[in-house]
């Protein structure tokens, strides 16, 4: 199933995207579950079943605007930077990597990003709060945690994952250089672009199968199979989860592959009018202007 959060004039509610396309209002059909994302994954698998049930008999629903599936997550989203060996490549050889050692890092580099950067489809990423020209685009498979808790291994990890979306994890190049630490390069107001949906993990229970593509006005840039991640999607929510409980609804964006504007010589940077869009196969198309 393919979940989303839309509203339509009123109150966000949960929707879902049928085999059509078409939205769905699982809110209408199901008024006992939980209107909002967190508190129907919080609901467990319970509630997700009916929700699936109710998907059949819930009526569609046009002109509504989709939201960011998870539009305030628990905590911050959590990033994970140079995941893929590609990638890690060609940012270690772009110079703008300000505090890096190794190409490729012993352990997962992670970041997060406020709740205050995450936009839905179609909204503008804000080229002017970086007032530097450094405007990059990161397309990303984002894992959403579906139980919680603390110290999850490997071998149970998969069990944990409610679902998968897409973020843009947008940058700032010159702030993250010369911050050193990345949340000032990529925590800015719209700078994680999240959607459209997340497809429940039972629709992709093997998540290395995933295909993601990234265009910016057409020009095809990223194109990998997340199995070219370095450390995978069990790796990342036992290194994270070994000392801070995850709990449901938190999201886990695990890494852009390679073709990042500054893999480019010279450097490919957003601009005012551009248009990235980034495709995960069966989760949908997440597309933002730049403005
Ligand atoms: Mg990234």
């Given at each position: 199933m393919r979940l989303v959060t839309f509203s339509d004039g009123g109150a966000a509610r949960i929707g879902a995207l049928d085999a059509d396309g078409?939205?769905?209002?699982?809110?209408?059909?199901?008024?006992?579950?939980?209107?909002?994302?967190?508190?129907?994954?919080a609901a467990g698998p319970k509630a997700l079943s009916l929700a699936r049930d109710a998907l059949s008999k819930a009526p569609v629903v046009s002109g509504a605007k989709?939201?960011?599936?998870?539009?305030?997550?628990?905590?911050?989203?959590?990033?994970?930077g140079k995941n893929y060996h590609e990638h890690a490549k060609e940012f270690a050889g772009s110079g703008f990597d300000g505090g890096a050692k190794d190409v490729v890092p012993p352990f997962p580099v992670v970041f997060s990003k406020p709740h205050t950067a995450i936009i839905a489809i179609g909204e503008p990423i804000l080229s002017h709060l970086d007032p530097t020209g450094g405007l990059d685009y990161e397309g990303?498979?984002?894992?959403?945690?579906?139980?919680?808790?603390?110290?999850?291994?490997?071998?149970?990890?998969?069990?944990?994952?409610?679902?998968?979306?897409?973020?843009?994890?947008?940058?700032?190049?010159?702030?993250?250089?010369?911050?050193?630490?990345?949340?000032?390069g990529k925590g800015l107001d719209s700078f994680c672009p999240m959607g459209p949906a997340i497809l429940t993990a039972d629709e992709a229970p093997d998540p290395t199968?995933?295909?993601?593509?990234?265009?910016?006005?057409?020009?095809?840039?990223?194109?990998?199979?997340?199995?070219?991640?370095?450390?995978?999607?069990?790796?990342?929510?036992?290194?994270?989860?070994?000392?801070?409980?995850?709990?449901?609804?938190?999201?886990?964006?695990?890494g852009t592959p390679v073709g990042v504007g500054i893999g480019f010589t010279p450097p490919k940077f957003l601009r005012k009018g551009d248009v990235v869009r980034i495709e995960i196969s069966g989760i949908g198309v997440l597309e933002n202007p730049v403005a």
């Open positions: 078409a939205l769905r209002d699982i809110t209408a059909a199901a008024p006992t579950l939980p209107r909002d994302m967190v508190g129907l994954i989709l939201l960011a599936p998870i539009p305030r997550p628990p905590k911050n989203v959590f990033c994970v990303e498979l984002a894992i959403v945690i579906g139980t919680g808790g603390r110290g999850i291994t490997k071998a149970a990890a998969l069990s944990h994952v409610f679902g998968y979306t897409i973020i843009n994890d947008v940058t700032a190049r010159h702030l993250q250089k010369r911050h050193s630490q990345w949340v000032l199968k995933l295909r993601l593509i990234t265009h910016v006005n057409g020009e095809k840039r990223q194109d990998a199979l997340v199995a070219d991640l370095i450390f995978d999607v069990p790796t990342l929510i036992e290194a994270i989860s070994a000392a801070i409980t995850l709990e449901p609804g938190d999201v886990i964006a695990t």
